[in-house]
């Protein structure tokens, strides 16, 4: 064996199992899927909840809007929430953006645009350093009901794209990026700047290529900050072991509470991942005239999407979401002693459990806490 590899397996691991692994024929499949995974792909709905899907103890959010007055929370399923009619919120949408159009410092607002939508973000994941990956936002496009008969949307501006051909937008489409602490020491913390814009247009067939006409509303280097988080920590336990709390700082009650018990629940049953962000009042860089926003208004916003799809997490090799043989195999791969870089960066990701900068037999240590049977 190299250098730093196990000279022995702990009786849990059974010799046999990952020899079995180790055969040509184990091996031929494991050439078919990825290792150590290094990048990843993942898209996000935003979370919803109507009528059908609502019970006794978990209301729908159908016609519910957050509290528009200065003291309101940013949250739905709270007890300043507002009810208007189906028509405000006919998706029952948990994202909301909050206008406010005067300017006014605070968390009072406008009117609180309802936000949906299928595959609405996409973000690309590169392993940066231990238990960091390196976040790019690729795509983004919310569909927002602003009152029952307005509508409008919600899109990301990426180099060359329309918003970024007429300086007068005052957008370039960069960086759209950031990072996220893949690790509950760290909070499950990811924070990224993007550049977007609205659009009354609902209606476009291309909302990558709208006509110029069509961007009402730029904003540039708009920071969104919360956390990514894995659905199997979103226990008592897993919320023992951080410390959450609402990024734009509205909601006074227990934020961790909040999403055991409002927003938990209502995650579809395979969804791996929650995403929280808010964006605290911003100024647009631009805003066409004769729409009810100007450069001086303030909006900020707050989305609460989930995504079915696996991201490698520690230990987790494969990002399957079972720390497991095929795992070890990827594990045994990184190792490579004390003080020893590993090959590829994504072994640190993944392995480096202790952060010290290596995959050692600490870590190992760790990786057999998390080992499925």
Request: aromatic share 10%.
């Amino acid at each position: 064996m190299k250098q730093g590899s196990l000279a022995e397996l702990p009786e849990r691991f059974d010799l046999m199992e990952v020899q079995m692994y180790r055969s040509p024929v184990a091996l031929a499949v494991l050439a078919l899927t990825p290792g150590v995974l290094a990048e990843v792909t993942v898209s996000f709905d935003l979370l919803t909840w109507n009528d059908s899907q609502a019970t006794v103890e978990l209301p729908s959010a159908v016609g519910w809007r957050p509290l528009p007055s200065d003291g309101g929370d940013w949250l739905l399923f709270t007890e300043d929430d507002l009810f208007l009619w189906a028509e405000w919120n006919p998706l029952g949408a948990v994202s909301h953006n909050f206008p406010d159009v005067s300017g006014t410092p605070g968390s009072g607002y406008t009117n609180a645009p309802s936000l949906s939508g299928i595959s609405a973000i996409t973000m690309e994941l590169s392993c940066a350093a231990p238990a960091v990956w390196a976040v790019q936002i690729t795509d983004q496009f919310y569909t927002g009901q602003i009152n029952p008969v307005m509508r409008m949307k919600q899109l990301l501006v990426t180099p060359g794209s329309p918003a970024t051909t007429n300086g007068i937008y005052n957008v370039d489409g960069l960086p759209n990026n950031g990072t996220w602490s893949a690790s509950a020491a760290s909070d499950w913390s990811i924070s990224y700047q993007i550049d977007f814009y609205f659009a009354g247009g609902i209606d476009d067939p291309d909302p990558q290529n709208p006509d110029l006409e069509d961007i009402d509303v730029t904003f540039d280097d708009a920071l969104q900050q919360g956390y990514l988080i894995p659905v199997a920590m979103l226990t008592p336990a897993g919320m023992a072991a951080v410390e959450l709390d609402d990024p734009a700082g509205f909601f006074g009650g227990d934020f961790e509470q909040y999403l055991l018990d409002e927003i938990t629940p209502r995650l579809p049953d395979d969804a791996t991942y929650l995403l929280v962000t808010q964006m605290e009042k911003s100024h647009p860089v631009y805003a066409e005239e004769g729409v009810p926003l100007t450069t001086d208004s303030l909006i900020g916003n707050t989305t609460i999407a989930y995504t079915t799809q696996v991201i490698p997490g520690q230990g987790d090799a494969d990002g399957d979401g079972a720390v497991d043989l095929l795992d070890y195999v990827g594990f045994e791969d990184c190792l490579a002693g004390p003080g020893a870089t590993p090959e590829g960066p994504q072994c640190l990701c993944v392995f480096d459990f202790d952060e010290d900068g290596d995959v050692d037999l600490s870590d190992f240590a760790a990786f057999q806490e998390v080992f499925v049977e």
